[in-house]
T-cell receptor
């Protein structure tokens, strides 16, 4: 089957730096992509999403870039803060056989922010 | 407060026990999901319910039995589990299954099988 993967398992940055987390996907039929943040002891929390008809979307301190040509997704966090330390998951969504839109998650990247 | 509440937060059980995990959402969503999260593995979808009807069963062993009495509540009944079933079990909800929208997750139940 097709899968979503992340290039780096761990990313360490200094407070105030910009962070970039990358994700590769392989299902060309996927048309919706989501980034989640998971802090220790908590469930994944929605950060930002993007649909396949866009190549960039900005939120508060976060930007998601989508390159459909090479099937690549990235999450940029500006002025990274210690509170951003967490595991970040990308997910691609496609239509399953039962008619539900089901996300497929990557393994996650652990972001460590040093004060 | 995530809007999705899971109980218990931690559960330790023997392989011959029977227990249930509970999930409740206060978001008015119509679709609910069970996921398994193991160390170093991606989130694994187990079941999907929409308007109380099961729409997806991702080849989950029969020792896991889901129940959805209404759109706000979801249960996962456990019996004769194996040590490899130890994991974090996450519940999620979304407005409806036919649209691409982000899921809202609970904080999970950490399950340990002795």
């Amino acid at each position: 089957g097709e899968s979503v993967g992340l290039h780096l398992p761990t990313l360490s940055v200094q407070e105030g730096d910009n962070s970039i987390i990358n994700c590769a996907y392989s299902n060309s039929a996927s048309d919706y992509f989501i980034w989640y943040k998971q802090e220790s002891g908590k469930g994944p929390q929605f950060i930002i999403d993007i649909r396949s008809n866009m190549d960039k979307r900005q939120g508060q301190r976060v930007t998601v870039l989508l390159n459909k040509t090479v099937k690549h997704l990235s999450l940029q966090i500006a002025a990274t803060q210690p509170g951003d330390s967490a595991v970040y998951f990308c997910a691609e969504t496609s239509l399953a056989s039962g008619g539900s839109y089901i996300p497929t998650f990557g393994r996650g990247t652990s972001l460590i922010v040093h004060p | 407060e995530t809007g999705v509440t899971q109980t218990p937060r931690h559960l330790v059980m023997g392989m011959t026990n029977k227990k249930s995990l509970k999930c409740e959402q206060h978001l008015g969503h119509n679709a609910m999901y069970w996921y398994k999260q193991s160390a170093k593995k991606p989130l694994e979808l187990m079941f999907v319910y929409n308007f109380k009807e099961q729409t997806e069963n991702n080849s989950v062993p029969s020792r896991f039995s889901p129940e959805c009495p209404n759109s706000s509540h979801l249960f996962l009944h456990l019996h004769t589990l194996q040590p490899e079933d130890s994991a974090l079990y996450l519940c999620a909800s979304s407005p409806r299954r036919h649209s691409n929208q982000p899921q809202h997750f609970g904080d999970g139940t950490r399950l340990s099988i002795l």
